[in-house]
């Protein structure tokens, strides 16, 4: 299953709504997970089953979806926040990850 | 807390082979299913494989099939990959990461350790 994130580079500023889209090329259910990479640093789970947010995440970062489309929307931008994003679908071996979404500052 | 620590890596020769290790601590490794991750430089993130907590069930990359395959320890909480036939491609940071309840997610990982497949 290939994942398609769009868009692969997104410039914002602090206090911005921004939102990143994941589509999968057959169905997934609900079967998607978003990660935050930050550089020279392992993946962290935001949230999985396209909308449950991982306990500890910020409220600010939420997911919505089913099927073949997914977002993940970060209501309003802290500076931690620039990294890369990855979805990843743990529908059906073998699992994936789209190619990411770089967050840059503005 | 949890803990996964990856080593193992190194630079090898195309055609070599090496085997990457995952300690494991602060949960219950014999009871938790784990995947290996991993990233070439500068780029995404690839799924490698994936091994039931009992070792009965293995899944992996169509671009690793046949050259990697993936092993547990349960009485060392070590997980293994055992890479063979390095191609130039295979060139990445390898981590291993805990798959959260019910699979749903991969909710905890290592910070990866680098192999480096150069003549």
């Known amino acids: 299953i290939q994942l398609t994130q769009s868009p692969s580079f997104l410039s914002a500023s602090v206090g911005d709504r921004v939102t990143i889209t994941c589509r999968a090329s057959q169905g997934i259910s609900s079967y998607l997970a978003w990660y935050q990479q930050k550089p020279g640093k392992a993946p962290k789970l935001l949230i999985y089953?396209?909308?449950t947010l991982q306990s500890g995440v910020p409220s600010r970062f939420s997911g919505s979806g089913s099927g073949t489309e997914f977002t993940l929307t970060i209501s309003s931008l802290q500076p931690e926040d620039f990294a890369t994003y990855y979805c990843q679908q743990l529908n059906t071996y073998p699992y994936s990850f789209g190619q990411g979404t770089k967050l840059e500052i503005k | 807390q949890v803990q996964l620590a990856e080593s193992g890596g190194g630079v090898v020769q195309p055609g070599g082979s090496l085997r990457l290790s995952c300690a494991a601590s602060g949960f219950t490794f014999s009871s938790t299913d784990m995947h290996w991750v991993r990233q070439a430089p500068g780029k995404g993130l690839e799924w490698v494989s994936f091994?039931?907590?009992?070792?009965?069930?293995?899944h992996y990359a169509d671009s690793v099939k046949g050259r990697i395959t993936i092993s547990r320890d349960n009485s060392k909480n070590t997980l293994y990959l055992q890479v063979d036939s390095l191609r130039a491609e295979d060139t990445a940071v390898y981590h291993c990461?805990?798959?959260?309840?019910?699979?749903?997610?991969?909710?905890?990982w290592g910070q990866g350790t680098l192999v480096t497949v150069s003549s």
């Open positions: 091994i039931r907590y009992d070792g009965t069930n293995k």
């Open positions: 990461a805990k798959a959260g309840p019910l699979n749903w997610n991969l909710d905890q």
């Open positions: 089953r396209a909308s």
